[in-house]
C-alpha cells in the first residue's frame, strides 16, 4: 500500500472513530435526560407517599385548601407548573451544551481531516511531476 493509502484509511478511521463518538454521545444525552426526569418523578412520588403518612389524610387536606380561598392550591399548581418547565428547561440548556461540545468536536475533526487530505494530495501532485519530468528526460 502505498503512503497516501495508509494516510487515507488512517483518516477515515479517525472519522469513523468520531462519528460513533458523537453516535454514543447522543445515546448518553438520552440516558441522562431520562435518569433525571426518574429522578424528579421519584421525588414527586416519595412526596405524595409523606403526605399519606401524615396525620391527615390526603383528602382532608384537599377538603381544607378547597375551602380555603384556594390560595394554598393555587400556589402549589403553580409551584409544579414552575418545577416542570424548570426541568424541561434544565434538561434542555444540558442537551445544547452537549450538542455544542460534539459540533465542536466535529468541526474541528473535520478541518484537520481536511487539512490533512489537502496536503496529502499537494505531496502526491508534486510527487507525480517530478516523476514525470525525470522520465520525459
Not at 429522578?39 to 383528602?59: H, I, N, P, R, T
Not at 377538603?63 to 424541561?88: C, R, T, W, Y
Not at 490533512?116 to 525525470?134: G, I, L, M, R
Request: zero cysteines.
Amino acid at each position: 500500500m502505498s503512503e497516501f493509502s495508509v494516510r487515507v484509511k488512517t483518516q477515515l478511521e479517525q472519522f469513523n472513530s468520531s462519528v460513533d463518538q458523537i453516535i454514543n454521545a447522543s445515546r448518553g444525552l438520552y440516558v441522562k435526560i431520562r435518569e433525571e426526569s426518574n429522578k424528579q418523578f421519584d421525588e414527586l412520588v416519595k412526596a405524595g407517599e409523606q403526605q399519606l403518612q401524615a396525620e391527615e389524610s390526603f383528602l382532608e387536606q384537599l377538603k381544607k385548601d378547597i375551602i380555603n380561598p384556594f390560595e394554598d392550591v393555587k400556589s402549589s399548581l403553580d409551584q409544579l407548573k414552575n418545577a416542570s418547565v424548570g426541568l424541561v428547561v434544565k434538561a434542555r440548556k444540558s442537551s445544547e451544551s452537549y450538542f455544542d461540545e460534539l459540533v465542536e468536536l466535529g468541526s474541528t475533526t473535520v478541518e484537520e481531516v481536511t487539512e490533512v487530505a489537502k496536503k496529502t494530495v499537494k505531496k502526491v501532485s508534486s510527487a507525480k511531476k517530478t516523476e514525470k519530468a525525470v522520465v520525459t528526460e
